[in-house]
């Protein structure tokens, strides 16, 4: 079962937290699979995309926010986008796009071509929580302050915190097939303790877990192997589940952002409009009946196509 455990250190300017996605991550691969788009992710992407999907859990985590996180590297390699999003309750759901053929020993450089145009964004997107609410959005290039490309999703994720947030945060992520995992352990904003080198510490102790023993091993035992020594509290245990926000409102007000002629063309082509998601695989699709009522006299215009992004 899924799960992310939350922790502190008393009387440290410190916190942490550590996901194992399981039967949550194998579910968003089932229906990538399942959805007539291929017969699933090659591994390398499932690699990069298990772990962009663990970070995003543990930095939604860590935040007090009604909306979504969206993690999102784009590049022009062979992997256009990839997106991980998570809701307020731990809710989530991935993608990655794939333009050209990928080899098993592909690296997350040559995936996204990070030494080109890659960029890594964190978007906090309060759609949904009701009129008037603005998404806040940073980017940050994928390259480190000398433009060498950044060769893992930890260091994306690490070099993001330190330039766009200013938190120095320490990360070990781990995927594969079965699991996606992460182990965040993060300065406390506004904090700093009695102990000015905590952070340092406990970080160099976080990143000495491998990534075979975040994958294998339960929290428990991670947490009592690294930190034995340090005074560690646990606090709650959320379990994060996949969720797709995709619908067949959604998709009418795509269509309708489209326009009526550009809908009708493809009516013409193919007899009737097929959508399909890109995160959980649904389809949705439209005759000419369902056509002609989204643009008939009066139709509401159920959503701006902004609203299904």
């Known amino acids: 079962m899924s799960e992310l455990h939350k922790f502190i250190f008393d009387g440290l300017p410190v916190r942490g937290a550590l996901v194992r996605l399981t039967d949550t991550w194998q579910e968003l691969l089932q229906r990538r699979s399942a959805s007539g788009q291929g017969s699933g992710y090659p591994q390398p992407v499932v690699h990069m995309l298990g772990q962009m999907t663990a970070a995003a859990t543990l930095l939604r985590s860590s935040i007090k926010f009604d909306g979504s996180l969206i993690l999102q590297v784009a590049g022009d390699g062979p992997v256009p986008v990839a997106v991980a ?61 000398s433009g060498q490309p950044l060769t893992s999703v930890a260091q994306m994720i690490t070099g993001y915190m330190r330039q766009s947030e200013q938190l120095e945060t320490a990360l070990v992520l781990a995927a594969d097939t079965r699991a996606a995992c992460g182990l965040m352990v993060q300065r406390m904003p506004g904090q700093q303790g009695s102990d000015a080198d905590a952070h340092t510490r406990l970080g160099t102790l976080a990143q000495s877990l491998g990534a075979q023993e975040l994958l294998e091993l339960d929290a428990a035992t991670i947490l009592r192997r690294l930190f034995w020594d340090e005074p560690l509290q646990l606090l709650d245990i959320a379990r994060p589940a996949f969720h797709c926000t995709c619908d067949r409102q959604r998709v009418a007000a795509m269509l309708q952002g489209l326009g009526e002629a550009e809908v009708m063309a493809i009516l013409r082509e193919q007899e009737r409009v097929e959508v399909n998601c890109e995160f959980c695989g649904a389809q949705q699709r439209f005759d000419a009946v369902d056509v002609a009522a989204l643009f008939s006299a009066g139709q509401p215009q159920v959503a701006s196509p902004a609203a299904i992004q």
Do not use: F, H, Y
């Open 85 to 145: 999003e998570v809701d307020a309750q731990l809710r989530l759901r991935a993608m990655a796009t794939l333009s050209a053929p990928i080899e098993e020993d592909t690296t997350l450089v040559q995936l996204v071509n990070a030494a080109g145009r890659g960029r890594c964004a964190i978007t906090l997107d309060p759609r949904g929580l009701g009129p008037g609410r603005k998404a806040w959005q940073g980017v940050v290039p994928l390259a480190d302050a």
